[in-house]
Every structure is written in C-alpha cells, then in structure tokens.
C-alpha cells in the first residue's frame, strides 16, 4: 500500500534525462560559431526545458514564452559553461532562473491587486483554477472507469497544489519528484548546499501534501 507521500510523488512522476557525448559535440561547436549546433541542440532540449516551464507556470502560452526566454539565455551565456556539470544541469539551472524570476516579479506585480482577481494564492493559481474547472468529468458505473476517474482527479488535485506553492517549493519538487534529479544535481542546479537540498525538499513535500489533503476535505464536504 503506497503512503500518501509516495503517491504525490507518482502523481507528479519523473522523467529521465540523458546525457551523452553528442551534447558534449554540439556545445563546442556552438561555442565555435557554428549556428547549426544551435538548431541541433534547440532540437533536443526544447520539449524537455518546456515541460520544466509548464510545470512551473501550468499556461502553455507563458510556458512556450519562458522556454524561449531560457534559450537566449543559454545561448547569452554559453561562455561560462565550463562542461563541469552535466549540460542538461546548466540549461534547467537557467531555465528555473527564468522562470522563478518571472514568477516573483508577477507575485509583486500582483500582490495589491490579488483581492480583485479573486484571492488566488500563489503564482500560476488562476490559471491552475481554469485548467481544473475544464477538466473532464467522469460517469458511469464500471469500476475500472471510476478508477480512471478518481486517479485523474487526483492527479489534477496534486497539480493544482503544486500550483498554488511557494515558487521555490514548487521548483525543488518539479527537480526531485518530477525530474528525478539526485540531490547532488539538484544542489548543482540551485547554488545550494545538498543539506539544504533535503531539508527544502522536505519542506516542501509536506506543504504540498498538507495542501493536498485540504482540497481533499475541501471536496468532500
């Protein structure tokens, strides 16, 4: 029997992230000039960095808008990637920059003007709250399709939380829980020391579940 952290953790399920001497190739040969490169590794990163984004923002306009903003900044900054951390770590590290950075700008921006919009309670809610309230329903008597049912909606009920987190917290737990990544990468990713990595991740975990479980109540009553 799964505890309740474990399923979270399924809800949000990782994905892995190869590495290989090809994106060794291309880097150099982008660092040599060569514009085709860019393209190559455009290619071969552009679903995975917008992924990172979506489940950052949960809008795919602002998401594809973000992972654009992450390349150029990849391509800006391509000089101080020195190949001592794995590519794929350095491009999600500016990839979540970008995306933190607008997230706590629109939090400010937003912050006198939340009672208006509604109270949403955390950078991506109202759009969260969009996504959930076109989410599709389910009937019918079969087990096997109430099941679908009820995993779906408790997919969408751990998305929907991850939404409303703290943008760090939320980032901490779309690297480890989403993306897989061991603590080490993860320290590499955010600057920060792994003991810091587990206690956020901690944290964070137990936010989200205590988030998790309101809306649980919240739907039952």
Request: net charge neutral; proline share 2%.
């Amino acid at each position: 029997m799964p505890t309740n952290e474990h399923k979270l953790r399924l809800s949000l399920s990782h994905e892995d992230v190869p590495e290989d001497a090809e994106d060794v190739r291309l880097i150099e040969a982008a660092k040599n000039g060569d514009q085709s490169a860019w393209s190559a590794i455009i290619r071969r990163h552009q679903d995975r960095l917008f992924s990172t984004c979506l489940r950052m923002v949960r809008d795919r306009d602002l998401a594809a808008d973000l992972t654009q903003d992450s390349f150029i900044k990849i391509i800006q900054g391509v000089e101080s990637f020195d190949g001592r951390s794995k590519l794929t770590t350095w491009m999600i590290r500016v990839t979540m920059n970008v995306c933190l950075s607008k997230l706590r700008s629109e939090k400010l921006r937003r912050h006198a003007s939340l009672e208006s919009l509604g109270g949403g309670a955390g950078a991506g809610s109202l759009s969260s709250r969009r996504r959930a309230d076109g989410r599709e329903s389910g009937s019918g008597g079969e087990l096997e399709a109430g099941s679908h049912v009820e995993a779906h909606e408790e997919r969408e009920r751990v998305l929907r939380a991850l939404a409303d987190l703290d943008p760090d917290q939320r980032a901490i737990l779309i690297l480890c829980d989403c993306r897989g990544l061991p603590y080490e990468q993860i320290a590499e990713v955010l600057g920060v020391a792994v003991g810091t990595v587990k206690s956020r991740v901690f944290r964070a975990r137990t936010a989200l579940r205590d988030a998790v479980e309101g809306m649980e109540r919240k739907d039952r009553s």
